[in-house]
């Protein structure tokens, strides 16, 4: 989805637990009753800095309160995996706002906890997805690869020696990237359509499920 002005966030965010909204870095943004979650040691969002912002907002809230975490591409892996429970279900009167310049990386398992919102001066879906041609080329092939081509496919993901898992999980983060810039640029529903497969593939991975067999059951 696309929105107009970063004036336009606030209500926006109000209809939904967690969005996410691509803006470009250098994009001001005003959002009152906010907490904000920025970069501190090491150019990161911690572990720490998430879990203060989660011991505050379990006390009742009576207003609505912003959690603006930005970038949220900065955040830790730690940090990401603290707060995902605390972004599928918020609690009344809590909006998560996690404001990105590139949505690539974000994981995939926060991407679909969130609603994602384009803004229209944007230029992001036509940045480049800046991965190894050898992983675009294999995201390219799972999602257009018939169940019988699946086979092939994941086997020469599965020859990666090392990182196997790291891996797959970029192969399958490349994927879920084109398949939203093509959504946002096309407009076209065949693209959400395949998203739940990739994003089911993906979390399935990442919780150390066996690589193939996600894949193959999730892809097919």
Sequence with gaps: MFFDDTNQIPEIAKRCGTSIFVIPDNCELSIKNAIILSPEQKSVISIEQVRDVLHIINNKQFTDQFIVIRPADKMSDAAFNAILKSLEEP???????LVTENIGKILPTVLSRASIYFLKTSNCLSDKIVVDDKVKDLAK???????NELVAITDQIARKKDGIRGYALLIIGT??????????????????????????????ISRNGHVKLQLLANLC
Excluded: C, R, W
Excluded at 91 to 97: D, K, R
Excluded at 141 to 147: D, F, G, H, S
């Design 175 to 204: 994927a879920i990237e084109i398949l939203y810039k093509s959504y946002f640029a096309t407009s076209k529903e065949v693209f959400l359509k395949k998203l739940p497969k990739f994003l089911m593939a993906y979390d399935g």
């Design 91 to 97: 609690t009344n009167m809590i909006h998560f706002v």
């Design 141 to 147: 092939q799972l999602l257009v690869a018939k169940p």
